[in-house]
């Protein structure tokens, strides 16, 4: 009997013993590590940029009137064509210019004819004169006579040139290079001069106008570089430089007005939008990390350091933000392994599992395994984590 009594204890012992053993292991082994996303803190020259969303203007759009007046005849211009410098748009009536061209024409041979003469008169009496046959004031008569036919074809060929203009111009032409904007007149129509004909644009060139509050002011300057992108033209990015600052501050929205000129080839068009970068200067060694790894708490802004696989908090102080990453001013030297994605869900010296990109090997973080490759890599201005989870 007591060794029945005798093996029911030990036997009770060793199940506790179990239990106990089983606690311990789960105490050891503690909360599940935090799955993150990690970058490397970059030290770079970080740009300093003025942002605004302003309008296109065309720099050249000129009114085509009517120079001479008539009926117009031709119209071969129209809303939305694209002309280049001489090309015809319309045409107005000539055979009234033709026909006083024709007239002057006229005048003008009678009076080449009539100097011509004359020339031949003073010159025959000037030979009589030195043989004494006629008196000098005979032949000063000729020279005053022959003077005045002179003076008279003068004025006759002034006419005829002016007319000749004039029958020019019955021909109306784009005077840049551009595209037909309104087309005021239709054939048939009377126009007398200086009547409204047709609205042009150059494409060739354009004004940007970039609108900042007061307080960018002390730090914009003319020649800054810019950087401009439009909806209408997806993907390309114009380099240009202010060329302009408007010394007065806009009424309606009390802001500055900075102007940009640039070329373009006719895919940038007057009244779009546009999104302009300003670099007003530049931070050289700047250290920055994504801006998901800067959290708010109780001991202010922190970052997660990533150390022996425990996220450890550091306390930093910030500066800029662009670009998707924040300057640290204070609190980091650079080149540390901090946490991006999922650093809101961490506390200090909390266990924390960094995800991998697909196929590459495990490695402690920090540690030059394959989970550092390509952590923290800068590219276009933004910093770029080392992917996704496994």
Do not use: W
């Amino acid at each position: 009997m007591k060794g029945i009594v005798a093996a029911g204890v030990i036997a009770a012992l060793l199940v506790a013993g179990c239990g106990d053993s089983k606690s311990d292991a789960k105490k050891a082994t503690g909360p599940a590590p935090t799955p993150i996303t990690a970058a490397k803190a970059e030290v770079r020259t970080l740009e300093l940029t003025e942002e605004s969303v302003g309008s296109l203007e065309h720099f050249i759009d000129p009114k085509v009137g009517a120079e001479v007046a008539g009926r117009v005849v031709r119209v071969t211009a129209f809303v939305g064509k694209k002309v280049k410098r001489g090309d015809a748009l319309a045409e107005i009536d000539p055979v009234d210019l033709e026909i006083q061209n024709r007239g002057d024409a006229a005048e003008v041979a009678r009076l080449e004819t009539l100097v011509a003469n004359q020339e031949r008169i003073v010159a025959n009496q000037q030979k009589l004169v030195e043989k004494n046959y006629i008196s000098q004031n005979a032949v000063d008569d000729s020279i005053a006579q022959r003077n005045a036919l002179a003076e008279q074809l003068k004025s006759a060929r002034a006419r005829l040139d002016g007319n000749r203009n004039a029958l020019r111009k019955t021909k109306v032409v784009a005077p840049i290079d551009g595209e037909v904007e309104v087309q005021v007149v239709a054939q048939g129509d009377y126009v007398k001069v200086g009547d409204p004909m047709f609205q042009l644009v150059g494409t060739s060139r354009v004004h940007a106008h970039l609108p900042f509050p007061e307080s960018a002011g002390p730090r914009l300057r003319i020649g800054q570089p810019v950087r401009i992108t439009s909806p209408l033209v997806p993907g390309v990015v114009v380099q240009a430089r202010i060329d302009e600052l408007r010394p007065s501050i806009t009424a309606t929205t009390r802001a500055l007005d900075v102007i940009v000129k640039f070329d373009t080839d006719g895919k940038f068009r007057g009244g779009g939008t546009v999104n302009a970068q300003v670099v007003t200067g530049r931070k050289e060694n700047a250290v920055v990390v994504p801006e998901q790894s800067i959290v708010l708490r109780p001991a202010g802004k922190v970052v997660y350091l990533i150390q022996d696989g425990k996220a450890v908090q550091r306390v930093v102080e910030t500066g800029v933000r662009k670009y998707g990453v924040v300057e640290i001013v204070s609190g980091l030297a650079g080149g540390e392994m901090v946490a991006a994605d999922g650093a809101g869900f961490l506390t200090n010296n909390a266990p924390v599992a960094v995800a991998r990109p697909r196929g590459e090997k495990a490695g402690a973080p920090g540690t030059g395994g394959a989970a550092d490759k390509g952590a923290g890599k800068v590219d276009g201005g933004s910093v770029v984590g080392n992917g996704g989870a496994s």
